[in-house]
């Protein structure tokens, strides 16, 4: 929903027309003309926050904020702005602790001015606004505005009648609020602030860099920022060009190099903005603490990627599109389950009943990345990359293989291997059974996209679903989980106090004729290939920390009861993804398209590892 233009920022800072004034807001964009409407389409009272904690900003004064609201005065009560330390409820009505101010709307605009400015601490504040809506029209549906971003402590909720508590909504979406901050501060000509993450991570024995804030608060531009650090009782000093001359009242992330230390561990890592452009920094603010996790190797963050669909979602080929992209274009760092689900599918891949998915699904489809944030499959491609940055706290191993001889039975095993100790850790493992190349002749997908003129990515795969008919038969079905018992978790299975030579190993055994579908009946076809994913999981937010797939475990000849074809291939087309007609295939990705005796064409992706 596009209603005004917000404000153009750079990183988290505006530029104003003084170096002493500051504007401070989480949303990432600085071009960014639109937002999107949250609420619950109900007449309920809203309370909206954002947590500043920015070192960068310690000493400055919050003066005003302003948010975007997309409602016209007489749709809402006289709407309020305030400060609090603590998000309380009494009541069950908001009270902030520090002020609150009556606030105008203005050209779907909300602001206000403190009368008596804040000074920010190192234990920082809760900046918000309330407001009750009185009538439901238009865009006062969903009345607060966001947009998507990284920053935590960005996106505070609470309502009167759906959100009876404050909720942290950042954590669940990823969504930040679009408010932005008025602050003054008092600076010298070549003063910059610095400010560090609550932690860092580095490998031992190898420099690696820092994610560094750097506001400028002096009058001239910050080309060069001269530095020291210290790890623990290590230390040195830097000198660091910026790509770009940072103006006065910018800020920017600046990558310092820091390190080596051969001492693994947390520690204490300290930063100092010690010149601007070669001239003493005199900033308050020049001086950053914060952690150090000096790791003995980096471990490989894998996302864990769920998809929740059906054979009679309409929609859903978006979803089964969106898997196959990321299996493309990440390669064995892909690491997909899907989840059909009893509401859009009798029988066929459904294995658990809807209630039994690690996450509630809001709608279908549905897709989760590490269980932090939900959202439409469409979107997973665009933040996996964001969730393959997170450092994980350890490796791990998958394996899968037939318990013997007579191939009946399979065993997984799972292996951590941690890069951080732990004295209390509150973890555990799980293990899913997944297959690839999954099809038979009765199943058909649902399928809304028929008739349209394109898809809603570039997937050559979309082809199938633009050309094909309201229901599509003869797909390949991958990442379909097909057992799956323990999805939050196994207690025990990682201990509370991890060091360094701590292995934790999970092992799970399953008979094939036990992989039935909720119906009892098995749906395993013969060219299947099956495999195990390995998943750590954090107990008390329920987020997948790391995640891993094993090798393929071929059905070939076991004894399996498997379904079989009805109809015979009479001839086979090969094409690359970008539509090429090929005579065979060689290594890489392929769509194979089958034309069958009962006069159906099948189509399926093949990975080909010639």
């Given at each position: 929903?596009?209603?005004?233009?917000?404000?153009?920022?750079?990183?988290?800072?505006?530029?104003?027309?003084?170096?002493?004034?500051?504007?401070?807001?989480?949303?990432?964009?600085?071009?960014?003309?639109?937002?999107?409407?949250?609420?619950?389409?109900?007449?309920?009272?809203?309370?909206?926050?954002?947590?500043?904690?920015?070192?960068?900003?310690?000493?400055?004064?919050?003066?005003?904020?302003?948010?975007?609201?997309?409602?016209?005065?007489?749709?809402?009560?006289?709407?309020?702005?305030?400060?609090?330390?603590?998000?309380?409820?009494?009541?069950?009505?908001?009270?902030?602790?520090?002020?609150?101010?009556?606030?105008?709307?203005?050209?779907?605009?909300?602001?206000?001015?403190?009368?008596?400015?804040?000074?920010?601490?190192?234990?920082?504040?809760?900046?918000?606004?309330?407001?009750?809506?009185?009538?439901?029209?238009?865009?006062?549906?969903?009345?607060?505005?966001?947009?998507?971003?990284?920053?935590?402590?960005?996106?505070?909720?609470?309502?009167?009648?759906?959100?009876?508590?404050?909720?942290?909504?950042?954590?669940?979406?990823?969504?930040?609020?679009?408010?932005?901050?008025?602050?003054?501060?008092?600076?010298?000509?070549?003063?910059?602030?610095?400010?560090?993450?609550?932690?860092?991570?580095?490998?031992?024995?190898?420099?690696?860099?820092?994610?560094?804030?750097?506001?400028?608060?002096?009058?001239?531009?910050?080309?060069?920022?001269?530095?020291?650090?210290?790890?623990?009782?290590?230390?040195?000093?830097?000198?660091?060009?910026?790509?770009?001359?940072?103006?006065?009242?910018?800020?920017?992330?600046?990558?310092?190099?820091?390190?080596?230390?051969?001492?693994?561990?947390?520690?204490?890592?300290?930063?100092?903005?010690?010149?601007?452009?070669?001239?003493?920094?005199?900033?308050?603010?020049?001086?950053?603490?914060?952690?150090?996790?000096?790791?003995?190797?980096?471990?490989?963050?894998?996302?864990?990627?769920?998809e929740y669909t059906g054979l009679g979602c309409g929609w859903c080929p978006r979803g089964y599109i969106a898997m196959e992209e990321m299996a493309e274009k990440y390669g064995a760092d892909f690491v997909g389950l899907a989840y059909h689900s009893e509401a859009y599918e009798t029988g066929c891949m459904v294995v658990m009943p809807d209630a039994d998915f690690p996450v509630s699904v809001s709608g279908y489809p549905y897709g989760t990345v590490n269980r932090t944030m939900g959202m439409d499959p469409s979107e997973m491609p665009s933040v996996w990359g964001r969730a393959a940055a997170v450092v994980s706290p350890a490796d791990i191993d998958v394996s899968i293989d037939w318990t013997d001889d007579s191939r009946t039975a399979l065993r997984a095993s799972a292996v951590l291997n941690f890069a951080r100790e732990y004295s209390d850790a509150d973890m555990s493992m799980a293990i899913a059974i997944a297959a690839d190349g999954l099809r038979n002749d009765s199943w058909g997908q649902s399928n809304y996209y028929s008739g349209m003129e394109q898809g809603e990515s570039d997937s050559p795969l979309w082809e199938i679903f633009l050309n094909g008919s309201r229901r599509i038969k003869d797909l390949t079905f991958n990442f379909v989980v097909v057992s799956f018992k323990d999805t939050k978790g196994v207690p025990g299975t990682v201990p509370s106090v991890i060091t360094f030579d701590t292995a934790p190993e999970y092992d799970i055994e399953l008979a094939l004729n036990d992989i039935v579908n909720d119906k009892g009946e098995h749906f395993l076809s013969p060219d299947a290939e099956l495999y195990a994913v390995g998943m750590l999981i954090d107990n008390k937010t329920g987020a997948v920390l790391n995640s891993n797939k094993s090798g393929y475990l071929p059905l070939g000849t076991s004894s399996v009861k498997a379904v079989k074809p009805s109809s015979e291939v009479i001839s086979t087309d090969w094409t690359t993804l970008s539509g090429c007609r090929v005579a065979a295939p060689s290594s890489g990705i392929f769509i194979k398209t089958e034309y069958m005796s009962d006069g159906s064409v099948r189509h399926t992706k093949v990975v080909c590892r010639n």
């Amino acid at each position: 929903m596009k209603r005004g233009v917000l404000f153009s920022i750079l990183g988290a800072l505006a530029v104003t027309a003084s170096a002493a004034t500051v504007e401070f807001t989480y949303m990432p964009n600085p071009d960014i003309d639109s937002y999107m409407g949250f609420g619950f389409n109900k007449k309920d009272t809203y309370d909206c926050a954002i947590r500043l904690t920015d070192p960068t900003l310690i000493g400055s004064r919050i003066t005003g904020m302003r948010v975007n609201i997309p409602v016209q005065n007489d749709w809402i009560t006289v709407p309020t702005a305030w400060l609090s330390t603590e998000l309380k409820l009494v009541n069950k009505v908001n009270s902030p602790d520090i002020t609150s101010v009556e606030a105008t709307v203005a050209d779907q605009m909300l602001s206000a001015v403190f009368p008596e400015p804040y000074t920010l601490t190192e234990e920082g504040v809760y900046v918000g606004y309330s407001f009750t809506v009185v009538e439901l029209a238009n865009y006062s549906t969903h009345p607060l505005a966001y947009v998507e971003g990284t920053a935590p402590e960005s996106f505070f909720v609470h309502s009167s009648r759906t959100r009876l508590k404050w909720t942290d909504e950042h954590a669940d979406t990823g969504y930040v609020s679009t408010m932005i901050v008025t602050l003054e501060t008092e600076s010298g000509a070549t003063d910059v602030a610095i400010g560090l993450p609550s932690e860092s991570v580095i490998v031992k024995d190898e420099e690696g860099p820092v994610s560094v804030t750097l506001v400028n608060y002096g009058t001239e531009n910050l080309n060069e920022l001269g530095y020291s650090w210290s790890i623990g009782s290590v230390s040195d000093t830097g000198i660091f060009t910026l790509a770009q001359p940072l103006a006065p009242g910018e800020r920017t992330v600046a990558e310092l190099p820091v390190g080596p230390t051969s001492t693994v561990g947390t520690q204490t890592l300290t930063v100092t903005a010690e010149t601007f452009n070669g001239a003493p920094n005199g900033d308050l603010r020049k001086t950053a603490t914060g952690t150090m996790v000096v790791m003995p190797f980096m471990p490989v963050t894998r996302p864990l990627i769920e998809e929740y669909t059906g054979l009679g979602c309409g929609w859903c080929p978006r979803g089964y599109i969106a898997m196959e992209e990321m299996a493309e274009k990440y390669g064995a760092d892909f690491v997909g389950l899907a989840y059909h689900s009893e509401a859009y599918e009798t029988g066929c891949m459904v294995v658990m009943p809807d209630a039994d998915f690690p996450v509630s699904v809001s709608g279908y489809p549905y897709g989760t990345v590490n269980r932090t944030m939900g959202m439409d499959p469409s979107e997973m491609p665009s933040v996996w990359g964001r969730a393959a940055a997170v450092v994980s706290p350890a490796d791990i191993d998958v394996s899968i293989d037939w318990t013997d001889d007579s191939r009946t039975a399979l065993r997984a095993s799972a292996v951590l291997n941690f890069a951080r100790e732990y004295s209390d850790a509150d973890m555990s493992m799980a293990i899913a059974i997944a297959a690839d190349g999954l099809r038979n002749d009765s199943w058909g997908q649902s399928n809304y996209y028929s008739g349209m003129e394109q898809g809603e990515s570039d997937s050559p795969l979309w082809e199938i679903f633009l050309n094909g008919s309201r229901r599509i038969k003869d797909l390949t079905f991958n990442f379909v989980v097909v057992s799956f018992k323990d999805t939050k978790g196994v207690p025990g299975t990682v201990p509370s106090v991890i060091t360094f030579d701590t292995a934790p190993e999970y092992d799970i055994e399953l008979a094939l004729n036990d992989i039935v579908n909720d119906k009892g009946e098995h749906f395993l076809s013969p060219d299947a290939e099956l495999y195990a994913v390995g998943m750590l999981i954090d107990n008390k937010t329920g987020a997948v920390l790391n995640s891993n797939k094993s090798g393929y475990l071929p059905l070939g000849t076991s004894s399996v009861k498997a379904v079989k074809p009805s109809s015979e291939v009479i001839s086979t087309d090969w094409t690359t993804l970008s539509g090429c007609r090929v005579a065979a295939p060689s290594s890489g990705i392929f769509i194979k398209t089958e034309y069958m005796s009962d006069g159906s064409v099948r189509h399926t992706k093949v990975v080909c590892r010639n």
